[in-house]
């Protein structure tokens, strides 16, 4: 069996995950502003939500069970007629394996980012990605993604596989 690609985590910024889609982040560098009589502050569109031809928008929860480092990495989805945004609601880290929707991703195309309790991602359409990955517990997240016809999930297999090791999160954001 060929030896696997290690991957290196890399913490989520709006700047290095722009080419895979949006960061969903209540910060400064948000367009912000108070609404409902001064009691709240509106972060406004955060992410380019995109239901595709014929699609709809449709709000869920998902439930991850928690990933234990090392994790190997064999295969990627994507999206190709949507978006599709995961936002924490549980309070803990979770890891974003990305990469750039061209071809059918190879382990050296993929990057690896930890998202803090506070973030999401919006995967732009097509772009590939792991499923879910959350961190020391089950963990929920609310998924904005599309209904409607068509097929909308391409997998593929990575050989040879990638590898987030143990120890990876250098304290960010504890596996284990």
Not at 132 to 150: E, K, V
Request: aromatic share 8%; net charge negative; hydrophobic share 40%.
């Amino acid at each position: 069996m060929p030896t696997p690609r290690i991957l290196a985590v890399e913490p989520l910024s709006r700047s290095a995950f722009a080419p895979f889609g949006d960061v969903i982040q209540a910060d400064e560098a948000s367009v912000h502003y108070s609404i409902n009589e001064g009691n709240t502050v509106r972060f406004h569109d955060l992410a380019k939500i995109d239901p595709g031809p014929e699609g709809r928008a449709i709000v869920s929860i998902f439930r991850g069970q928690a990933r234990r480092l090392p994790f190997a990495i064999h295969m990627m989805e994507r999206h190709p007629k949507a978006s599709q945004a995961f936002i924490a609601l549980s309070g803990r880290p979770w890891l974003a394996v990305v990469a750039p929707r061209e071809a059918a991703p190879r382990a050296e195309d993929l990057r690896v980012f930890l998202c803090q309790p506070h973030q999401g991602v919006n995967y732009a359409p097509g772009v590939w990605h792991h499923p879910l990955l959350a961190l020391q517990d089950t963990s929920d997240f609310l998924i904005i993604d599309r209904a409607g016809p068509g097929e909308n999930c391409d997998i593929v297999t990575l050989a040879p596989y990638a590898l987030i090791p143990d120890g990876s999160l250098n304290g960010s954001g504890s596996a284990g």
